[in-house]
């Protein structure tokens, strides 16, 4: 991207001082030619020290699409089961399982630098509409810093950084794609967009607007036009037909979630879009838009548009039946977090401009206060988010311990020699992508897989300092080779990490309690 692309616009005032028309124009320093190179060389290095820092590791979903692209290398991919189709990850993990066990690294420093590269596109797209409207350049550089910091401020935003989800990478690819539509590269937004419909629906219909648009105004992109939605049919519904015959398994999974809204559907759905975003912010974006009504501004106008349409776009599909739970609304919070630094920059501006009686100077004290009020819920985030932290290194030491533990044991061929893995749902994607199988085939409900079902188990339990693992009806064949399975894996004296420690039969868990007239469950 080009450099200029942050610049306002310049006015030739015939100046006999500029250069005569065909003159050759001013060579730019190097530092400024490849400045986005730059920045961007920065935001892969500052999510590199953050993932190395932070010691956190994915959460559910991550390790399930890690497996996927292991499983298709393979030709055994098998998506009956947790997590939900997302092609977005797919497109990511699939390349990145060719390089074994380092595709978990290449995830985690990816997914860290795109989302944090949001808030580089939000400050992009603020400083540009501002820098339209100004004639000064610092209230362009205040949008862009704001736009960007809002972007970073959504609520729970940091958890899904460090835990290493899509839903935070999704609103730098939003955001990505406006801001290439601002600057008038319709290719790379339309691209961007469908990269964006692989992760979520909500992308589809803006998109389908922005096509219709392009049909008629950029006629050399018809044949990209037709080959996008070709793409975005076959990884959403073609690879589940192939590998499993349920073309809308992504739906299926997502319908009757226990997180849906139990109360009237748009109203909470609405609710929890405004919870992600704290109330000054929400004065700057709406400030955006009056001023913009006032201006006829239609670059503020149509991220408005864009935002309204994603909220009534989840709000049908929290109709359906859908849970739009808040993550999905990160891609609207991330803008209205981007049309705030756009207030703020336009309150900077020159007031006179909205109205002719105003003083030039009349917006500083609003933006302001208004930024003022923003930094002690930026603190509270941050606390917040310290406390979040400290968990997840803790969840992260048992995954640590998991892995050393199917170590110690002899490695996942000889566990799945023994029997089926079984332990609690939290841990069954990392336990497939430890053992190399489809998640959905890693036992997740110990007490029906010991109570109702008749194949051999191994099944893993955790305890405050470590793991235990023990076998059910272990095959006579393999009782003496699987002898080992039934053990703790504790830190010791000598081995503060953890080592095997043998164990007497353990009690197994209790019996599901079935009402009357209820059958046995299914995995």
Known sequence: MSDTTMEPPRVHTGDPAAPAAGAAAPRRSPLRRYAWWLVAVAVVAISVVLVLVARTRPGYDPYGWLDWGYQTLRGTLDLGGAPSWKPFSYVFTLPFSLFGHYALWLWMFTSVSISLSGSVFG??????????????????????????????GIQDYFHYLLSNQSDSMLVAVALAALDQALCGRYRWAYWLGILGSLGRPEFWPPVFLFTLWAWRERPEMRKELIGGPIVVAFLWFGVPTITNDRPNIAGQLALRSPRECKSNKIVCTTSRFFDLDILPVQLAALASLLIAAVRRNWAVLGLWAVLVLWVLTEIGFALHGFPGVPRYLFEAAGLMGVLAGVGVGLLLADASRLWARLPRLAGVPVAAVLVAFMIPSAISQARAEHKDIRHEQARTKEINKLSAFLTALGGPKHVEACGRPVLNVEYVSIMGWYVHRNTGTIGYRPQVEVWDRRYPLVLFSTFPNGWAVQTVRTAPAMKAACANLNAFYVPTARHPGGALVPHAPLPLPPRPVKRAGQGSSGH
Do not use: N
């Open 123 to 152: 400050g992009r797209i603020a400083y540009r509409v501002v820098a339209r409207e100004s004639d000064a350049r610092w209230p362009p550089i205040v949008a862009a810093i704001v736009g960007g910091a809002c972007v970073l």
